[in-house]
């Protein structure tokens, strides 16, 4: 069966050698040591703006000659200088999407420098001939004030819960489960990304269970588990108990 590895390495193999190819990496669970038999591959190339087309082709023309291409979304990404497109391989595992992104070499440099002996998001290097791929050291100030200003939102849905109760009161499951998940479960989650991985606030439920402790991970989920209206109107003054506590958390780190 084919695989990543046999993937990665025709891709390096065909790649490396163009002039207009600065730079292959792998982020997601290759990048930081989690992959397994059910991740994909997320892959990216650096290449010369002016050759975004023909790079195009050649990836499309490399993996087809690996195995057919029974799989492709071209995705409509929002930054203007990366490309990204989604393939499945025909004789692949099911699992073994290949998420695939150009970034165009005219792309700021300050908005993917990677954090040093980060576990969460990082770059594995494949090969990089222009010193594409650039690391740092983690600094709190970076993402302070940006989380600063993502608590407020959240005591602000936190002083919203009539929203939800409303709808518990009149009998409509389907609204007062969308209004808990805004306004109970979702700030819930954005506090407890600032305390355990205040540079990542913002990756709300992507693979939170690998990134807070088992018994948070666990308590987190009784409130994410809910079924009946009963359960949203029993967990709401639990829930306010526990954001209460984890901003006083926070203040003790300095977040206010």
């Known amino acids: 069966?084919?695989?990543?590895?046999?993937?990665?390495?025709r891709l390096k193999e065909e790649l490396e050698p163009l002039q207009y190819v600065h730079a292959m990496w792998l982020e997601g669970a290759d990048a930081i040591g989690q992959a397994d038999e059910y991740s994909d591959i997320d892959i990216y190339i650096d290449i010369e703006d002016e050759y975004e087309q023909e790079s195009i082709h050649k990836v499309e023309n490399i993996l087809s000659r690996i195995s057919e291409i029974d799989y492709k979304y071209v995705m409509n990404h929002g930054h203007s200088k990366l490309r990204q497109r989604i393939y499945h391989l025909k004789g692949c595992s099911?699992?073994?999407?290949?998420d695939f992104c150009w970034q165009l070499h005219s792309r700021d440099k300050e908005e993917y420098v990677y954090i040093k002996g980060n576990t969460i998001e990082a770059a594995k290097v494949i090969f990089d001939k222009s010193e594409v791929i650039r690391y740092k050291d983690?600094?709190?100030e970076d993402y302070k004030s940006f989380n600063i200003e993502a608590l407020e939102e959240c005591k602000y849905r936190y002083s919203q819960h009539c929203r939800v109760v409303k709808y518990i009161h009149r009998g409509m499951y389907l609204e007062a489960y969308a209004y808990y998940n805004r306004y109970v479960l979702e700030p819930l989650i954005h506090v407890l990304r600032m305390i355990y991985t205040p540079a990542h606030a913002h990756y709300y439920l992507?693979?939170?269970s690998q990134h807070l402790p088992e018994f948070e991970v666990e308590k987190l989920q009784y409130f994410a588990q809910i079924s009946t209206l009963k359960d949203i109107e029993d967990r709401i003054p639990l829930a306010e108990v526990w954001f209460s506590e984890l901003v006083e958390r926070l203040k003790e780190l300095g977040m206010e």
Do not use: P, R
Not at 1 to 9: G, L, R, T
Not at 94 to 98: C, D, H, K, V
């Open 1 to 9: 069966m084919i695989n990543s590895e046999i993937i990665i390495k």
């Open 94 to 98: 099911e699992y073994l999407m290949i």
């Open 138 to 140: 983690y600094k709190e």
């Open 206 to 208: 992507i693979h939170i």
